[in-house]
């Protein structure tokens, strides 16, 4: 029985939508060295490229019932890494400035040390607020236009604009959706607790 159910476990975690997931993060460095060489056309190659597969693996899982742990926690990191690295890439070559860059990933520190907070009281992490997926829409989004004026000049007289106006919009969305986290990590912690061993509520939400 035991085995039975190790191989049913290993073959969900091997399932297609996993594979484009572990495919999407396969890519990030070679995102992250287009964009540093200055390939910004082909950066954004790269990154059409994991979008599709970002699109793929949700439409399949959905349609065939193929949603599994691994899948929710890869596709977020995929994101954030891909965030990451264009904020990195963009930043080396002085095209966004470093104070940017600081903003985004000092935002991400400051909910990493509310998640620790949580834990120490024996709380899982808080529901992800729509503020949030708001905030990382706008960056998602934003980089890529900029890297669309730098890919071909012609266009950045728009795509500069719409990028900068995505990208500060995202910044002050991320760090107001960290300040109502944090509020909120305040409220969850004060709640008394009956039963230490019994599982967080943030957990089933």
């Known amino acids: 029985m035991t085995g039975a159910t190790g191989n049913q476990v290993s073959t969900r975690v091997w399932t297609v939508p996993n594979l484009l ?19 910004d056309a082909w950066a954004l190659l ?30 977020p990191a995929a994101d954030r890494l891909y965030i990451f690295a264009a904020l990195l890439g963009l930043a080396w070559r002085e095209v966004v400035p470093w104070w940017f860059v600081v903003l985004v990933v000092g935002r991400d520190v400051f909910m990493l040390v509310l998640g620790v907070i949580l834990a120490n009281f024996g709380f899982g992490p808080l529901p992800v607020h729509q503020l949030g997926k708001a905030a990382t829409f706008c960056l998602f989004y934003a ?36 300040v109502i986290y944090a509020v909120e990590t305040a409220r969850v912690i004060r709640i008394p607790r009956a039963d230490p061993a019994s599982r967080s509520d943030t957990l089933d939400v």
């Open 21 to 39: 997931s572990m495919l999407r993060l396969l890519l990030v460095p070679v995102f992250l060295v287009l964009l540093v060489v200055g390939e």
């Open 143 to 178: 980089l890529p236009m900029i890297m669309l004026g730098q890919a071909f000049p012609d266009l950045a007289w728009w795509s500069q604009p719409v990028g900068w106006a995505f990208g500060l919009w995202g910044v002050f969305l991320y760090w107001w959706a960290g």
């Open 46 to 75: 790269v990154l059409a490229v994991a979008s599709l597969t970002d699109f793929l693996d949700g439409l399949i899982a959905r349609r065939w019932g193929l949603i599994t742990r691994l899948g929710q926690l890869l596709d």
